[in-house]
């Protein structure tokens, strides 16, 4: 059974960099995309930015320029960084494997338990 | 980017009833649209993907359909452990986008 765990700190500071590790276990990370989504009161579910294990990215334009999504296949896991947070950053970031093909495809099939980041002084 | 609206935003049904919530796209997604179930505290779990596709181990009391623009979900008999909340979510093309959510409340 695949497990995604979100790791990182849960307070950030305002104009700094949040940056969280996903750590997967129970599978391997080659061979899929990983996503990380985030979710607020405000915002609801918002779709980061994916990675294929080979590093290709494909991020939201609307967080692009602060945004980093790297992978480490050697230690099973994938990161994200994001720059110069404001208030509204503040949310539960979620880490997802896309492991369900449909056509051209992959769907989101399992999903970290989640971790809250706070951005605030 | 592709605009996902359902309704309704909130329902209060009984055990037993059957339930129907609509995700319409703001343009054309064929079926790269799926549905997840979402219980407070939780990560969201997929229910339905390809529109229409029963995720292995969901029950079979869960249906989706449609094509284009216009989706639905559907609950043939709700179970008390259905109680949360639903967004459906297209992946068609990036930015992937999520409805705002449908949430199933206890009458």
């Known amino acids: 059974q695949v497990q995604l765990q979100e790791s990182g700190p849960g307070l950030v500071k305002p104009s700094e960099t949040l940056s969280l590790t996903c750590n997967v276990s129970?599978?391997?990370?080659?061979?899929?995309?990983w996503s990380w989504i985030r979710q607020s009161p405000g915002k609801g579910l918002e779709w980061i930015g994916y990675?294929?294990?080979?590093?290709?990215?494909n991020y939201n334009p609307s967080l692009k320029s602060r945004l980093t999504i790297s992978v480490d296949t050697s230690k099973n896991q994938f990161s994200l960084k994001l720059n110069s947070v404001t208030a509204a950053d503040t949310a539960v970031y979620y880490c997802?494997?896309?492991?369900?093909?449909?056509?051209?495809?992959?769907?989101?099939?399992?999903w970290g338990q989640g971790t809250l980041v706070t951005v605030s002084s | 980017d592709t605009q996902m609206t359902q309704s309704p935003s909130s329902l209060s049904p009984s055990v037993g009833d059957r339930v129907t919530i609509t995700c319409r796209a703001s343009?054309?997604?064929?079926?790269?649209l799926n549905w997840f179930q979402q219980k407070p505290g939780k990560a969201p779990n997929l229910l339905i993907y390809?529109?229409?596709t029963l995720r292995s181990g969901v029950p079979s009391r869960f249906s989706g359909a449609g094509s284009g623009t216009d989706f639905t979900l559907t609950i043939s008999s709700l179970q008390p452990e259905d109680f949360a909340t639903y967004y459906c979510?297209?992946?068609?093309?990036?930015?992937?986008?999520f409805g705002q959510g449908t949430k199933l409340e206890i009458k």
């Open positions: 343009q054309s997604i064929g079926s790269y």
């Open positions: 129970g599978g391997s990370i080659r061979n899929y995309y």
């Open positions: 990675i294929y294990y080979i590093g290709t990215t």
């Open positions: 390809a529109a229409s």
């Open positions: 997802v494997r896309q492991g369900i093909i449909t056509g051209t495809r992959f769907e989101m099939d399992y």
């Open positions: 979510q297209q992946s068609d093309r990036t930015p992937y986008t």
